[in-house]
């Protein structure tokens, strides 16, 4: 295993050591590389737009046309495939949450012939949904019937273990954690005490806080018998419960933490170090006004930072570009190791309108001065 400079953001690490050849104890032989070097494509909230979703599966090259969910031919290798994760809320707002959600779900089933994986997280508008909280959702679309199969459906796949709250993805012995929202500080102690009781400041791996998450959303929903699922009560509160960021009284948990505490957080050098975080939740600025007292000042405003965003030396990255407000955006690690965001603004408040999507490269943006 590769040991890292914590001096060295790990995004530029991983572009590094893509580049590097690691050599046998003789020193003088490449070793093979056993890293999974497959493109990653993730995808922020999905809010029922399932024609947004057609558009950007089809951009990533994961589907063969924007107007149907069939997969593309990869190629015969591995590499050839991809991993293709959505980061949760696919439910609520637009006009066909049940069409998102089946067209992933179909996707996942198939991902194996096409040497390619899918992921599918929850997020906090699909617990309400499984909770029976459904304030948010579509009045013409979301009827009695699709509200019933998709919450009958969400339980299955929990239970099967095919729709998860985290996944760990690792490049070159770096880890990626994807979480809907993210891991603040302070939840990250959280976990520490939960976990490591009789210790202090045990480092947490991505892979533990991902199993921990995942056994605890299983245990929560996965055996779900009558709607709504649980009483909330009964929940592990922590998990699912909003800081004061979004309007809670919690610590704020990974589907409710605003990106703006990430962002903090890698600004002030209290974020883990250990992992890159990529999550949702956060629409982007040019389509969710901030506030000065909460979210970042008024000259990180608009579309300026971007419908992709960054926190400094890319510890973080959010995914939400609104999606069903009509911005179109999604992240790629690419097989050179490097974060590459794709972005179509539409109808933003500047009226900024592009027919083809722009890239901009993270990894060159957050490594220019290293």
């Known amino acids: 295993m590769y040991v890292y400079s914590t001096d060295v953001p790990l995004a530029c690490e991983l572009a590094s050591r893509h580049q590097q050849c690691r050599v046998d104890e003789t020193g003088r032989q490449c070793l093979p590389d056993l890293s999974d070097n497959r493109r990653l494509v993730a995808i922020g909230d999905i809010h029922g737009s399932y024609a947004g979703l057609l558009e950007l599966l089809y951009q990533a090259k994961v589907t063969s046309s924007p107007e149907s969910c069939s997969w593309r031919e990869q190629g015969p290798n591995k590499e050839d495939g991809l991993v293709l994760v959505q980061v949760g809320d696919l439910v609520d707002r637009g006009p066909d949450a049940w069409g998102a959600f089946d067209c992933l779900r179909t996707l996942q089933k198939e991902a194996e012939q096409y040497n390619s994986k899918v992921v599918r997280l929850v997020g906090n508008h699909d617990i ?75 480092v947490l791996s991505p892979a533990e806080i991902t199993a921990y998450a995942n056994a605890q959303l299983q245990q929560d929903f996965g055996t779900c018998t009558a709607l709504p699922c649980q009483d909330k009560k009964s929940l592990a509160k922590e998990l699912y419960e909003a800081g004061p960021d979004r309007g809670g009284s919690g610590i704020g948990g990974p589907l409710w933490t605003d990106f703006s505490m990430l962002e903090e957080a890698a600004t002030q050098n209290k974020e883990p170090k250990h992992f890159i975080q990529v999550v949702g939740h956060t629409m982007a600025f040019c389509y969710s006004p901030r506030q000065i007292n909460v979210h970042p000042p008024s000259h990180i405003a608009e579309c300026s930072a971007g419908l992709v965003r960054a926190s400094h030396h890319l510890q973080s990255v ?53």
């Open 128 to 202: 309400w949904w499984l909770n029976g909280q459904f304030r948010d959702r579509n009045a013409s679309a979301d009827t009695l019937p699709v509200l019933r199969q998709t919450v009958t459906t969400m339980i299955q796949d929990i239970h099967a273990g095919t729709l998860v709250m985290a996944y760990t993805h690792t490049r070159h012995d770096i880890p990626l954690l994807f979480v809907h929202a993210g891991i603040r500080p302070t939840f990250y102690k959280y976990l520490q005490k939960t976990l490591h009781p009789d210790k202090a400041n045990v």
């Open 318 to 370: 959010c995914v939400d570009g609104g999606l069903y407000l009509g911005a179109r955006a999604y992240l790629e690690l690419n097989q050179d190791a490097h974060f590459i965001a794709h972005e179509r603004y539409v109808g933003d408040k500047k009226k900024v309108e592009y027919e083809t999507y722009q890239q901009r490269d993270l990894t060159s943006v957050a490594c220019k001065s290293m």
